[in-house]
């Protein structure tokens, strides 16, 4: 609809529309032959009384005149049988429109293509429902002005967008997995939606090794779930997660699309995160983590997409591989990254790595912090915890 008519909103109201009459007609007269085109019908008729309604009462009946005729469409009909797939696909990367900021193409995603509610994407962000609702119609006013027809990018345009679009599903994933914010330590909806879209993007360009390696990364992440939280929903590290627990599904699939991956030529980011993630998840305890190999992936992905979280990870691997000092000396450098600077997640390593070299003052004061600068509750209770546990006075650590 989309595509015939090029109206968002519009569309969805004449769809939504069709969708009601179905439910109402399909029970007393049956399934028509093909539910699909009958769909299409009935949406299409009611969006040509929504627009021309529109148009009687803007007064803007040159709309009607600027129509594009069927034979010029640009794809084929809405109703094709080949065609449902690659509208899915088409809609990613018009939400990914680079002119819209990443909160607003995440909305748009999670709205337009993943069909979450405006009420169930303002829960899932912590905002109110009208912010939400503001924000997707100007993202919607957006795509719309930008004029672009509804059609796949092509050449370089095309992969500057499958960038945005990759990138707007790394963070749906990782919003739903590690939430910023709230009583949850996780938001299973939002991971398994952006599971699913990247499967989708997958099955659609196969060839595509950074797309493999995001499904994988997704896929080996999201496989340690189950073990991630206690009964009383309380956070578990990965150090002291039951591992029978993981989703060993789960962690097959994701090895086998980063093995099949990387040898294809220069490896990406997702790739090089989903081998690390795989060393994690093939190891069969803890302690027999091959940290070594970790440090050096984390070399690598550092040199092709260093930024602040990979550097800080990177000194984690390095505390693991050569001793908490040579890690903490990592961390002091990354103090001065005003990026980082007020992230809970530097106080949380650096407690961690104190802790391991036996500062159990400078630990515990660490933890403290961290617990201060995170705002999910689960998390806080974490840290909280951890400083608890050591034996250090706290009268002294105000």
């Known amino acids: 609809m989309v595509r015939r008519y090029g109206h968002f909103d519009t569309a969805e109201d004449a769809v939504q529309e069709a969708l009601l009459a179905a439910a109402v007609q399909w029970p007393q007269d049956g399934v028509p032959g ?84 405006t009420a169930e994407i303002a829960r899932a962000f912590l905002v109110p429902e009208a912010t939400m609702t503001r924000r997707i119609t100007r993202a919607k006013k957006t795509v719309k002005d930008s004029g672009i027809p509804f059609g796949m990018p092509q050449g370089r345009q095309r992969d ?49 090794g950074e797309v493999a390696g995001l499904l994988a990364l997704m896929l080996l992440t999201d496989a340690r779930r189950p073990a991630r939280t206690g009964p009383d929903g309380g956070l578990i590290p990965m150090a002291e997660q ?20 990387l040898p294809r030529g220069r490896p990406g980011p997702y790739q090089l995160q989903a081998a690390i993630a795989a060393v994690h998840d093939e190891a069969p305890s803890a302690e027999q983590t091959d940290w070594p190999q970790i440090k050096a992936l984390y070399e690598l992905l550092m040199g092709i997409a260093g930024n602040p979280m990979v550097a800080l990870n990177h000194a984690v691997a390095v505390a693991m591989a050569d001793g908490p000092r ?20 530097l106080h949380a390593v650096r407690a961690h790595l104190l802790e391991m070299a036996g500062d159990l003052a400078g630990a515990y004061a660490a933890y403290q912090e961290a617990a201060r600068r995170t705002t999910n509750l689960p998390q806080q209770r974490y840290l909280h915890a951890k400083a608890t546990r050591l034996t250090v006075t706290p009268t002294l650590y105000p």
Do not use: K
């Open 34 to 117: 093909n539910p699909l085109g009958w769909l299409i019908t009935v949406a299409s008729r009611r969006l040509t009384d929504l627009l021309r309604s529109r148009q009687a009462r803007e007064r803007r009946e040159d709309v009607v005149a600027r129509w594009t005729p069927a034979e010029q469409w640009l794809a084929p009909a809405a109703d094709s049988p080949v065609s449902d797939a690659d509208d899915t696909l088409i809609l990613l990367f018009m939400c990914c429109h680079p002119a819209l900021s990443p909160a607003s193409q995440i909305a748009l995603t999670l709205r337009v293509v993943g069909g979450l509610t």
């Open 160 to 208: 500057e967008r499958l960038r945005a679009v990759l990138h707007v599903l790394y963070l749906i994933f990782n919003e739903g997995y590690a939430s910023t914010s709230g009583s949850n330590l996780h938001r299973p909806e939002l991971s398994a939606e952006a599971i699913r879209l990247t499967r989708i993007v997958h099955r659609l360009m196969p060839g595509a």
């Open 242 to 261: 039951d591992r029978s627990l993981w989703n060993a599904e789960q962690i097959a699939e994701g090895v086998a699309l980063v093995t099949d991956a």
């Open 326 to 345: 040579a890690g903490l000396d990592l961390i002091g450098e990354l103090e001065s990254d005003t990026r980082l600077a007020e992230d809970h997640r």
